[in-house]
């Protein structure tokens, strides 16, 4: 509770310093202070374009793959391979974010040659939510009354459009608040970007591009703390973040009050 | 009506008439082959799709070991003792011991004071909070696992180390400076702080998981405890720390999968520069973990450096695949003994 | 008109017990034979074989448990969709085995539509998709035709003039009552041959359940309907033909009138007394 609140007071009382129409519309630069010294000014919204074309291109990624996956654990999963697949899922879920980096890096960045780019971050943070937007899946469906099911398979519906239109249907709320939480946290991820995206002061022209995400920005102005107004900017990113990601969450919690436990407590 | 109806139910294989097969095999085969429906797809589809994270973790293994081999090619099993982290060309020189123990001891600070807090707060939840409290209390923790590691680092560095020098270093190595593990100045830009965060982040886990534990306690073991004249804390003791016990170990090992994972939050408080200076002698040296280290060179590494890099991550990806299928393990248990589902 | 005697005779097997046929000349619509079904090592139906006619009501009673479920799950292969379910022996629905090699069980299913014991409507989904779900799901678009459908089996389902003005609302906004007749309409829009009822009623108050037996015997002009029931008074209310099943076995199968007044077997005598059960 104290740490929650602490960095919430934190966050507000030495972000909000820093906030102004420059410090979110314009791109980083650094000024000569009257007393000769240079100055971090300029703003982040490189940053924060960044993060939102990462999550968007994560999501897009991610949430087809994991609902069609959740799907499988919840229809198919009920045997011997199904219980392994949900099993190292979980295991995935809980795998350190860095190696993910030196995965997609690997594979990605050098491999087949795409370089530093925010395909290859959304790639590497779509392989850390994949495995959450699996189970909430998976959870949601199986909220699913198996009267339902058995009313769509009586109609003399194919497995698969029962699953999609009616399955899929009744479970969609719960499958739109784990893809929101999921999306959520994953915002927030900084250490498989490191590997993956490069960095970029311009706005973004191509997701083969490199690109700037908050949380990279956060971690970079933090080590140039010698650099005058870093720290100042780094709270201001940081506010931004906290922002983003509190209220995606609050919105879905509050949406969703009292409902889809099973669901929230994977994520 | 004298005419007898002829029902057609719609077959799969009516589009091909039936062929007398030569031999079994084929014949079972042709009849898979003609069955296949749209259905088969989509179960094919799913399954192929829900393999995925198989591949995954498969070919993260395959990058990891070849990405090393180099390292190991050179070093042997020295890198997993040396201390010695020279990237200067011509004399390179790689062991990865001191960020081993470096992860080892963050977590396991992180496990001891974590595990204690995260207790404390499963018990207030599942045993003695009002019902009204309930629910908002659970939501704070939730909203605590949704902020981003890079902030708990931010604020680690910039707020929460000072109260840690302050408060807790400065007397522990005035007073307990003789002990080993307390040498040194009080600079919060170390161990102990990154251990310290990490205790903090993985709160959320461990406490909810260990409180779902609890609450899976049959309430008649609770009353059980009740019935034999039990104290609330002998009840909690008794009725439900023993019977949860092994979903709460759970917990503990998965918040230790995370505190071993943790990259960016150690990276930015840690404070530590590689090489053998930076064995964790005591906590309030500045420390390098295995994965503040990847982080921190990854992006300058080249050749035989990079491969040591990826030596630092297949160590860590075994610690977390065993950590976490250790983990997992104990709470799957846990749950379906207590959900009443044999297999 | 000769059909049901010739396949009568084919199907006459060893073990089967002589059925009392008493209008030998009209068409029978499904039959099983000799048909058995496990949960598991759980053997819930022994050598069931049973003769259910054309555009009548045929109604199955037995005590809790005796696979009376089971059995019209069989007929439309729903059974099967429970984990480790096995069936055996055959049930024809016409002249065709639906467990034939080959024959898709979906297609049974949009021959032979089912409604459940509680109400299921699809949650998300309004009173006119609720209908419109199978035709629709089974790739109807032509709005016309899905508009006529709808009206066409609420109307069968006597629940049109309730529900005319809000076809947009929730499903599961609806009464209870109003609720099992919108599955019932839902069934009724793929224009299935045979409705298949898993105790209908059992969770409806005894209004909705007078209006749910008026609607059954009105759908047999066009429909066969086997009815699963608790109720024997509402089995003898509503049916024209009435099996007995006891422990997974058909322990008598005649016309209803019959089978009340004078049961042939001793068990069913004491099950309509309430000796036990």
């Given at each position: 509770m104290i740490p929650l609140a602490s960095i919430l007071f934190e966050v507000v009382r030495n972000g909000a310093t820093a906030l102004s129409v420059q410090f979110l519309t314009g791109t980083p630069a650094l000024v000569t202070l009257p007393t000769g010294n240079a100055a971090l000014a300029g703003g982040i919204a490189v940053s924060i374009e960044g993060t939102l074309v990462l999550m968007g291109l994560t999501a897009v990624i991610a949430v087809p793959i994991g609902l069609l996956a959740g799907v499988y654990l919840a229809e198919f999963g009920d045997n011997r391979f199904g219980r392994s697949i949900r099993f190292l899922n979980d295991v995935l879920s809980e795998f350190p974010s860095i190696v993910i980096g030196i995965l997609v890096y690997s594979i990605l960045v050098v491999g087949l040659r795409v370089g530093f780019s925010a395909f290859a971050g959304g790639v590497a943070l779509s392989i850390i939510m994949l495995p959450i937007v699996t189970r909430t899946t998976e959870e949601s469906i199986k909220l699913v009354p198996r009267s339902v099911r058995d009313a769509a398979m009586a109609l003399g519906i194919r497995k698969w459009r029962a699953t999609i239109s009616v399955v899929l249907s009744t479970a969609r709320s719960g499958v739109v608040t784990g893809a929101l939480l999921s999306v959520a946290r994953i915002s927030g991820e900084s250490a498989p970007l490191l590997l993956t995206i490069g960095t970029s002061s311009y706005f973004l022209s191509g997701l083969n591009q490199q690109v700037d995400a908050l949380p990279v920005r956060i971690f970079l102005l933090s080590s140039e703390n010698?650099?005058?107004?870093a720290q100042q900017q780094g709270w201001g990113a940081a506010l931004i973040l906290i922002v983003l990601v509190l209220c995606l969450n609050l919105a879905v919690r509050i949406a969703t009050r009292g409902k889809y436990g099973a669901v929230r407590s994977r994520i | 009506m004298g005419l007898p109806r002829v029902s057609i139910l719609a077959t799969t294989e009516e589009a091909a008439p039936a062929k007398r097969a030569e031999d079994k095999v084929s014949d079972t085969f042709l009849q898979k082959l003609k069955g296949f429906s749209s259905d088969d797809l989509f179960e094919f589809l799913a399954t192929s799709i829900g393999s995925l994270v198989l591949v995954i973790l498969i070919v993260t293994s395959v990058v990891l070991t070849r990405g090393s081999l180099a390292v190991f090619g050179k070093f042997g099993f020295g890198f997993l003792t040396g201390t010695d982290w020279n990237t200067s060309l011509g004399s390179e020189s790689y062991g990865a011991l001191p960020y081993i123990l470096g992860t080892l001891v963050t977590a396991g600070i992180a496990i001891s004071v974590g595990i204690l807090i995260s207790l404390g707060i499963a018990i207030f939840l599942s045993e003695m909070a009002p019902s009204f409290l309930r629910s908002p209390l659970s939501q704070v923790i939730e909203l605590l696992a949704a902020v981003p590691s890079v902030i708990y680092g931010f604020w680690g560095l910039f707020v929460f180390r000072f109260w840690v020098r302050d408060y807790l270093e400065t007397p522990l190595s005035t007073y307990l400076g003789w002990i080993p593990a307390f040498h040194g100045t009080a600079t919060g830009y170390d161990i102990l702080t990154a251990g310290l965060v990490l205790s903090i982040m993985i709160i959320p886990t461990v406490s909810s998981v260990s409180k779902e534990t609890m609450m899976a306690v049959p309430s008649s073991q609770r009353e059980a405890a009740y019935s034999i004249g039990a104290t609330r804390w002998e009840v909690v003791k008794l009725g439900v720390l023993r019977y949860g016990r092994s979903g709460i170990f759970g917990a503990a090992i998965l918040g230790l999968g995370r505190a071993v994972g943790e990259t960016m939050a150690v990276t930015m408080v840690i404070g530590g520069t590689p090489g053998p200076y930076v064995l964790p002698t005591s906590l309030l040296k500045g420390g390098v973990t295995l994965s503040s280290l990847i982080a921190t060179e990854f992006g300058d590494a080249t050749g035989i450096h990079l491969s040591a890099l990826f030596g630092l991550g297949i160590v860590l990806f075994l610690f977390a695949l065993v950590i976490n299928v250790f983990a997992r393990l104990m709470v799957w248990r846990v749950f379906k003994v207590t959900g009443g589902i044999v297999e | 008109m000769t059909l049901g005697i010739q396949v009568d005779k084919e199907l006459k097997a060893e073990n089967t017990k002589p059925i009392l046929?008493?209008?030998?000349v009209e068409p029978l619509k499904i039959q099983t034979d000799k048909l058995n079904a496990w949960f598991g090592n759980n053997h819930v139906l022994r050598d069931v074989s049973l003769r259910i006619k054309e555009n009548h009501v045929t109604a199955i009673i037995g005590p809790s448990g005796c696979g009376k479920s089971t059995l019209i799950r069989c007929m439309n292969r729903m059974h099967e969709l429970v984990p480790q379910a096995k069936v055996s022996g055959a049930v024809l629905l016409d002249d065709a085995?639906?467990?034939?090699?080959?024959?898709d069980p979906v297609s049974v299913r949009r021959k032979i539509g089912m409604v459940f014991q509680k109400p299921n409507p699809f949650p998300t989904m309004s009173v006119y998709d609720n209908v419109a779900a199978g035709l629709k799901l089974n790739g109807e678009r032509d709005h016309a035709r899905l508009d006529r459908a709808v009206k066409r089996s609420l109307d069968l389902a006597f629940l049109w003039e309730e529900v005319k003005h809000e076809l947009d609302k929730s499903g599961s906004s609806l009464s209870g009552g109003q609720q099992q007749r919108l599955c019932i309409a839902r069934a009724l829009a793929v224009e299935p041959e045979v409705l298949l009822m898993d105790e209908p009623c059992s969770a409806l108050d005894p209004i909705a359940t007078a209006k749910i037996e008026e609607l059954i015997t009105n759908l047999k002009d066009q429909y066969t309907v086997v009815i699963v029931t608790h109720n024997m008074q509402q089995a003898a209310r509503v049916s024209d033909y009435t099996a007995f099943l006891y422990l997974g076995q058909l322990i008598e199968y005649g016309d209803t009138t019959n089978l009340f007044e004078n049961p042939k077997e001793e068990l069913t005598e004491r099950y309509l007394t309430g000796k036990f059960g």
């Open positions: 010698y650099v005058s107004g | - | 046929i008493s209008r030998p085995n639906v467990y034939a090699k080959g024959v």
